[in-house]
């Protein structure tokens, strides 16, 4: 059997602790180094993982710690100076989304991983959901046809403050679309991935807090393709629970998915997938719990194969620039109040 896979992990926040556990509990990975700025956060990183060398800075980390894969768990605005430097000393990268908070950074990281030869893995990991997953699946096997429109929309309460608060900071966090949105375009132009590239998208947002206008709590945004199909993404956080549907039509039939919780990281959640292919109705049986703590898991043992075998992850770097610039154009439509086009994507 060969060694197992050193994981890196920066970060060790509420989202950095669910990667450390799915690090830990995979038996070809092991946890070889962590940073937190806080000493409260590298405490409990020493209590937990002792076999982990704990830094305060990541940059040390990246410059003295000997590992295959640094994975970047950090809040969003220090992604870009954390993964070029990673890159830059030839590591393989799983970089949580949003990759960057400007397309100028996602952009830099795309080339310096190409231009160095490293893996990059964008943590967009409801692709990899018995779920959201199986649907891109029933589509390409063709079942309902050809996808014409797709509606992904969340329902949930508000988003956890973050460390030092910067999730509720517009500097820091850049824009709350590019904290949950973001899946939901992802997912979105997976599914129509056969219409070819979306060309305009309009967006519309509120907010019920007059203190912070930018950060939206409703978001809903319409993206278009030239064979006229298109996609609806949409959220509030001004809710309660969290509860995610999917609506596919096609050509043919048409599919419909729920997932429900407490909260989105319960371990009990109830999930259904209904698939229509035009004559019968399937209740499809979900073959692993769906959950982003199941498909974190998941993602661990994809990145595995990836610095192993070179095997490409299910969402790269093009796919993370792609998902935060809808996200950010999706920003400019609201600014301006009109469709845009979506040509400066298409690379
Ligand atoms: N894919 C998903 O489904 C998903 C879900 C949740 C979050 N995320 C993403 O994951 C990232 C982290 O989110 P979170 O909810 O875990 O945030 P969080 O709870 O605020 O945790 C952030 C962690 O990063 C640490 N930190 C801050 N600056 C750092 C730096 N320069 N170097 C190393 N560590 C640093 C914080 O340290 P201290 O603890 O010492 O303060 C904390 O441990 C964000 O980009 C977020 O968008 C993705």
Known sequence: MSSPVRFALAGFGAWGRFHAQSIAGNPEAQLVAIS???????????????????????LDLIAQADFDILDIVTPSHTHREIALAAIQKGKHLLLEKPMALTLADCHAIVTAAKTQGVHLAVGHELRLSSQWGEIKNIIERGTIGQPQY???????????????????????????????????FDLARWYLESSGNPMELQAYANSRDPQRPMLYDNFSAMFRYANGSYAVVSQTLAAFEHHQTVKVSGTRGALWAGWSGALDRTLEPTAFLKVFDGTTLENVQLTRQSGEVFELREEIAQCIAMVRHGTPPIANGHDGLWSAGLCLIAEDSIRENRPLPLDELCL
């Not at 405490?43 to 305060?56: G, I, S, T």
């Not at 509606?151 to 966090?173: F, I, N, Q, T």
């Not at 709350?176 to 939901?184: C, N, R, T």
Request: proline share 9%; no cysteine.
């Open 150 to 184: 797709v509606l992904v929309e969340l329902s949930r309460k508000p988003y956890r403050s973050g460390a030092e608060g910067w999730r509720y900071d517009p500097v820091r966090v850049g824009s709350w679309v590019l904290e949950e949105p973001i899946h939901f």
């Open 36 to 58: 937190a700025p806080s000493e409260e956060s590298r405490q409990l990183a020493r209590e937990l993982y002792p076999q982990a060398e704990v830094f305060a800075d990541s």
